[in-house]
């Protein structure tokens, strides 16, 4: 049967389509691992992925291997939550819903305002967290509240990430329109990967008012170790832009010892502290406490690893680990070294919102210790490569190496090292697989595959056919961009016999003269080859080298003559040299000037050389010396002549060395010499009438002064006078030393040689010593000046009055303060021998008053001890009234004059009535408010709500009129309600806690519109009769029970203490 002929084709096809296709490694993200179902990684393959310690994964957790050689769906990722604790903020916060139950780390969805955070009912709430960096955002993990008493669900979620503090300007990461489950977590992902340091949630649409609420939120990043690659991992184990801090906060200690725990554990005290990190260490020391984890007190300090050395003027700080500081954050008035004995160490004040103060090293305090992560995790891997490992531990500073499979290219370097902070480093290499196919074909020629394949790598080559030569390289390989290289030719090369050349002959290396042949020339007899002596056939049928040619034979290259020159430039056989020197040498006479090239290429004569022309030492001078200029005696150089003491030179005082080796001129003479007598100034006297040259003037003082200088005044042979000449000095002995508590009189008016002086003591004291001394020749009064013994007046107390003028020995002064300042010290002091005073001076101590105790829900005005006759007042938070004195006085004995005051809640009582209306309120204290309704036929003239304002009185009460009251435009409305103070926050809070209300009285509404259809006729009825009872009965007064509504939720402010309202069950609550 003719079908039967297709049963071969049939089978083949079906074999190929049963043939396993291949997909190659998947590749993994970073911190993760996968396992297959087979080895073979082929069609049916399964890949299954898991992450390391910490991480959690996000995407499909297993892959498939497809028919058509790839894997299913994307890969995951793991990640770890970066939104712990950091700040958040919210659109609004029901009581007790904070925005920071958002991310505290609580997943419990069973404790509604405790746990969870909750909006208020508002067009588009947005919940934010502010993740003090900006990080990869792959998704959240969103907890419901499963106890909130909304009516309506959560749902029409929006995930927006980015870099603006404004949320909805944020990028869209993921939207999530059906109803949020509170009873199941919720997982969504990002479309693709946002970066961003905002990540918000928004609910509702701006159609409707909605509430959004969950009670925890779970922010995913893969940027981030987990605390367990931390050396040290606790409970209040942290990681901040991949560093690891642990907090120490149920121990404290000093300073040293803090530090040396962190170091035993391969770390440090917290250094390098960036704005971002110190937010991140505010707000988990703020949760902390909002957790009751950490007490909080007034006291708290934490140590952080900064320092300084004592003294430094001006302070320098300097990191633990000598790292310098560029940014600070103390807090106001710090740093101040309150302590004199060196606050040099610094911690973070929890008095002072976490911010910087110095301290002393010695003090206790908790600390927190700052680590690297000891592992780097699981590196990534792309598709289509591996990663081997020589240990598995993958510690800081290891690395890894990356393969790409056969046929395939590396992208990127093939080594990646462990980092410092846990990371890798560079980027992982990605393989892309290249087949080059069949290599550029080459017309007569061949190919040959070395690996017997075309992909990556592959080597193939080239072998031309017949006598034809291969031009270009013989082997290709495939690359990045296909076969490497430009193909090469087969053509027929034939560069024909070597050229001949005079005096030489060529010769065939390789026998041919075809491509890459090669031919060699060498000279004959005294020729010598001037060129390449090879030569080989190029592509283009020509010789590659010039052709070279023979030249005589030369003898060698003359060395240079030093000091002249060689004249001649040909060395050929049989030429001439001639050698001449500079000016100021000659040759010297062992070797000719002219030397011949002879026929064994050697110099007839060794080279000649310049002798330098010397003239010789010049001949001596009597009575005089010479000296040689530039160190010698050849030609142009010079000798300069000088004559003894007592002689003066005639002739040339400097002689040259000529080209006649003799020095020029003839040799000067010295003879001697003599000075007119000098010149004498006032008081001196001349003592020699020697004046030849050579000889010392010599100068003497009349009587009453003395020769100051040295004897050196000297004739010079020229006839003057040279060098310093003495002078006569006055003797004075100068002004008498003084006496403390004395004087001396003079016995002339000079104090010269002779000069005599006498002293006497002031009253109250004694002399003692020599009461008259006298100048003498050596300048100086003949003995020291008596001594005049006293105590002197008493050095001057601050504050303090001194009783006594007698300063004598064994006198005494008394010592009292004055008001206001309390004596420390002895009040009595002596005057004793040798003249000091019995004892150290006392101290006058202004005395202060201690703060008193601050009121409960006050403060004081004061914040140190006061000063006597200074006060201190005391003021209460708002919604309390000051009980006693607002002000207290400190008394001259440190005392205050009175017992402080105390703060009460104010209260304004009951709300006044409104006549022909109805009133109702919710406590009577600050804050509380009251609403007024009018009955049928009456119209409320004001505000419908007042307030108790923290005067202790109601706002102005709205009157019910029979005339309605004239409509004001907006804004004269809002002008006038601000006018008359109506707290804006609570009124919207109202509007707020009261819409939910206001929808279920309007459906009841709509309800009963029937009914009252049906009863209108009856109740028209009944209106006639009463009307003329009603009219009489409008004028007289209503009495009302007031009335809270039940439903009415009220929203004090947070230091408002609200009292039980009580209801009249016969109200209208649809009154309010």
Not at 547 to 575: D, F, M
Not at 1036 to 1044: D, I
């Amino acid at each position: 049967m003719p079908w039967i002929i297709f049963i071969p084709v049939l089978i083949s096809i079906f074999i190929d389509n049963c043939r396993a296709s291949y997909c190659g490694f998947p590749g993994t993200p970073a911190n993760s691992r996968v396992e297959f179902s087979t080895e073979s990684l082929t069609t049916g393959t399964f890949a299954v992925y898991s992450c390391d310690d910490g991480y959690r994964l996000l995407g499909a957790r297993s892959r498939y291997c497809l028919d058509e050689g790839r894997w299913s769906g994307s890969q995951p990722v793991c990640v770890v939550n970066v939104a712990l604790n950091k700040p958040v903020n919210s659109s609004s916060a029901q009581p007790g819903g904070l925005a920071e139950h958002g991310n505290d780390g609580n997943v419990d969805n069973r404790h509604r305002k405790q746990f969870c955070m909750e909006t208020e009912r508002e067009a588009l709430p947005w919940w934010r967290v502010d993740l003090l960096a900006s990080y990869e955002v792959y998704g959240v993990l969103i907890h419901g509240n499963a106890d909130s008493d909304t009516t309506e669900q959560v749902s029409n979620l929006q995930i927006r990430v980015g870099n603006s503090t404004n949320p909805a300007e944020n990028k869209l990461c993921a939207w999530l329109p059906d109803v949020l489950d509170p009873n199941s977590p919720k997982e969504i992902l990002c479309a693709v990967p946002v970066r961003g340091r905002y990540v918000s949630i928004h609910a509702g649409s701006p159609e409707s008012a909605s509430i959004l609420t969950f009670c925890e939120a779970q922010v995913f990043s893969s940027q981030e170790p987990p605390t367990s690659r931390c050396p040290v991992h606790s409970a209040q184990t942290y990681v901040f832009q991949r560093q690891c801090y642990d907090l120490h906060i149920e121990a404290k200690t000093g300073v040293t010892r803090a530090t040396k725990n962190c170091q035993d554990n391969g770390g440090n005290l917290v250094t390098r502290v960036t704005p971002f990190l110190q937010q991140f260490m505010t707000e988990t020391f703020r949760r902390l406490e909002m957790s009751k984890v950490l007490p909080r007190t007034s006291a708290t300090a934490v140590w952080i690893g900064m320092t300084r050395s004592p003294g430094n003027q001006p302070w320098t700080w300097r990191w633990s680990n000598n790292g310098t500081v560029n940014d600070t954050f103390w807090a106001d008035g710090q740093p101040n070294e309150f302590d004199a004995r060196g606050q040099v160490c610094v911690a973070l004040a929890s008095e002072l919102d976490y911010k910087w103060k110095d301290l002393l090293c010695s003090e206790d305090a908790n600390w927190i210790c700052q680590y690297d992560p000891v592992t780097c995790g699981s590196p990534d891997v792309r598709s289509n490569s591996s990663v081997s490992a020589k240990s598995t531990a993958l510690k800081v500073g290891d690395f890894v190496d990356y393969h790409c499979e056969l046929g395939s290219q590396m992208l990127g370097s093939s080594n990646r090292t462990c980092l410092r902070d846990g990371s890798w480093a560079p980027e992982a290499p990605g393989c892309r697989y290249v087949d080059c196919g069949e290599p550029p074909k080459v017309r007569d020629s061949v190919q040959f595959f070395l690996q017997q394949r075309t992909t990556f790598g592959a080597e193939a080559e080239y072998a031309c056919v017949g006598n034809l030569s291969l031009i270009g390289n013989s082997r290709t390989q495939c690359g990045g961009t296909g076969w490497s290289g430009v193909p090469p030719e087969c053509r027929y090369v034939n560069c024909g016999f070597l050229p001949p050349i005079s005096y030489g002959a060529a010769l065939l290396i390789d026998s041919g003269t075809f491509y890459k042949a090669r031919g060699r020339y060498e000279c004959v007899g005294n020729y010598t080859l001037i060129g390449s002596a090879m030569l080989t056939c190029a592509e283009d049928s020509l010789w590659n080298n010039t052709i070279p040619y023979c030249r005589l034979k030369e003898c060698p290259l003359p060395a240079a003559l030093l000091n002249g020159n060689i004249l001649g430039g040909n060395y050929s056989l049989g030429q001439e040299l001639t050698y001449v020197c500079n000016e100021g040498f000659y040759l010297t006479k062992d070797f000719p000037s002219v030397r011949l090239c002879q026929m064994d290429q050697h110099w007839s004569t060794d080279p000649p050389s310049c002798i330098p022309i010397d003239c010789g030492m010049p001949e001596g001078l009597p009575n005089g010396t010479f000296s040689l200029l530039n160190e010698g005696t050849t030609y142009n150089k010079s000798v300069l002549y000088g004559c003894e003491s007592n002689f003066a030179l005639v002739g040339d005082q400097q002689r040259f060395c000529t080209l006649s080796a003799t020095w020029s001129g003839s040799t000067p003479k010295c003879v001697v010499a003599y000075c007119s007598a000098p010149e004498l100034q006032e008081n001196e006297l001349l003592t020699t009438k020697n004046f030849s040259v050579g000889s010392t003037a010599l100068i003497g003082c009349q009587t009453g002064y003395r020769v100051q200088g040295y004897q050196n005044y000297t004739c010079h042979p020229d006839g003057y006078w040279i060098g310093s000449r003495p002078f006569c000095h006055f003797l004075d002995c100068g002004k008498p030393p003084a006496v403390k508590d004395g004087t001396y009189r003079a016995g002339g008016p000079q104090s010269g040689l002779g000069s005599i002086v006498t002293y006497s003591c002031d009253t109250n004291t004694t002399l003692f010593g020599d009461p008259v001394i006298y100048c003498t020749e050596q300048e100086i009064w003949s003995g020291y000046p008596p001594t005049c013994v006293g105590c002197g007046e008493p050095e001057l107390i601050n504050k303090a009055l001194v009783k006594g003028n007698d300063y004598s020995i064994n006198s005494t002064v008394d010592y009292t303060c004055e008001p206001g300042y309390r004596l420390e010290g002895p009040s009595r002091r002596t005057c004793l021998l040798p003249g000091n005073w019995s004892s150290p001076s006392p101290v006058c101590q202004e005395i202060f008053c201690p703060l008193p105790a601050a009121p409960v829900n006050g403060s004081l005005t004061a914040r140190k001890p006061v000063k006597i006759g200074s006060s201190v007042g005391f003021l209460c938070n708002a919604g309390n009234a000051l009980q006693g004195r607002p002000s207290l006085i400190c008394k001259i004995d440190g005392s205050w004059d009175g017992a402080p005051p105390s703060c009460r809640f104010v209260y304004c009582g009951k709300p006044p009535e409104a006549r022909y209306g109805r009133t109702g309120y919710n406590g009577t204290v600050y804050g509380s408010f009251a609403k007024y309704t009018c009955k049928d036929s009456y119209f409320l003239h004001g505000r419908a709500e007042i307030f108790c304002t923290e005067t202790g009185k109601w706002e102005a009460a709205p009157e019910c009129k029979t005339t309605p009251p004239e409509e004001k435009p907006p804004a004269l409305l809002q002008d006038d309600e601000a006018a008359n103070g109506i707290p804006r926050r609570a009124a919207e809070n109202l509007t707020a806690s009261n819409s939910g209300s206001s929808q279920l009285g309007m459906g009841i509404g709509i309800a009963i519109a029937c009914l009252l259809v049906v009863l209108c006729f009856a109740g028209s009825v009944i209106w006639i009769r009463l009307r003329g009872r009603k009219a009489h009965s409008a004028d007289l007064p209503v009495t009302r029970t007031t009335y809270v509504d039940p439903n009415f939720t009220f929203k004090p402010k947070a230091h408002v203490q609200v009292t039980k309202a009580y209801v009249n069950d016969a109200f209208d609550s649809t009154a309010l």
